[in-house]
T-cell receptor, first 109, second 117 residues
């Protein structure tokens, strides 16, 4: 079992739909990151969370430390949101990030 | 520069040759990370530099892999005697600070796509 698991692995939505991507982890963490990777391979950091909820534009990220679970929500999805979304956690010792395998999101017009 | 810069963006090499991948982190960022993403796989940690401390090399897959960071800035990842399984996208990231208690955002480069033929 991976330390970081994401679901779903693949998600196809219609433009305008509300999207949720989930991340569960099994280790103690000091922070959780949501990353976006576009087809060209570049990675952009969307959020870094250690508690509660953050919002940036149409993106919302939440984390429940007790349940070891985080969700990334996209409201009013758009085709340009199509990308791989990756959850990564930073443990309580050391500095490395441990990554989930990513969720491939495709938003159709 | 404004972001993390990696070069080359693409590298094709013959099996058995050595390659060097370069990362220029964001100016002032003391923490620098190398990750690898093989085709169809998730991201894998390779090595971490923090200031002048000894690097965390625990993710390097074999002794053919090494990395250095000169002057606390530019880093070079070297792969000796490349094998086909080394083919992957190699990503560099930097952050203002690192360490278990320092949760600062990591900024990623565009990566170097290495193909070993």
């Amino acid at each position: 079992k991976n330390e970081v698991e994401q679901s779903p692995q693949n998600l196809t939505a219609q433009e305008g739909e509300f999207i949720t991507i989930n991340c569960s982890y099994s280790v103690g963490i000091s922070a959780l990151h949501w990353l976006q990777q576009h087809p060209g391979g570049g990675i952009v950091s969307l959020f870094m969370l250690s508690s509660g909820k953050k919002k940036h534009g149409r993106l919302i990220a939440t984390i429940n430390i007790q349940e070891k679970h985080s969700s990334l929500h996209i409201t009013a999805s758009h085709p340009r949101d199509s990308a791989v979304y990756i959850c990564a956690v930073k443990g309580t010792s050391g500095s490395r990030l441990t990554f989930g395998e990513g969720t491939q999101l495709t938003v159709n017009p | 520069g404004a972001g993390v810069s990696q070069s080359p963006s693409n590298k094709v090499t013959e099996k058995g040759k050595d390659v060097e991948l370069r990362c220029d982190p964001i100016s002032g960022h003391t923490a620098l990370y190398w990750y690898r993403q093989s085709l169809g796989q998730g991201l894998e940690f390779l090595i971490y530099f923090q200031g002048n401390s000894a690097p965390d090399k625990s993710g390097l897959p074999s002794d053919r892999f090494s990395a250095e960071r000169t002057g606390g800035s530019v880093s070079t990842l070297t792969i000796q005697r490349t094998q086909q399984e080394d083919s992957a996208v190699y990503l560099c990231a930097s952050s203002l600070q690192g360490g278990a208690l320092m949760n600062t955002e990591a900024f990623f480069g565009q990566g170097t796509r290495l193909t070993v033929v």
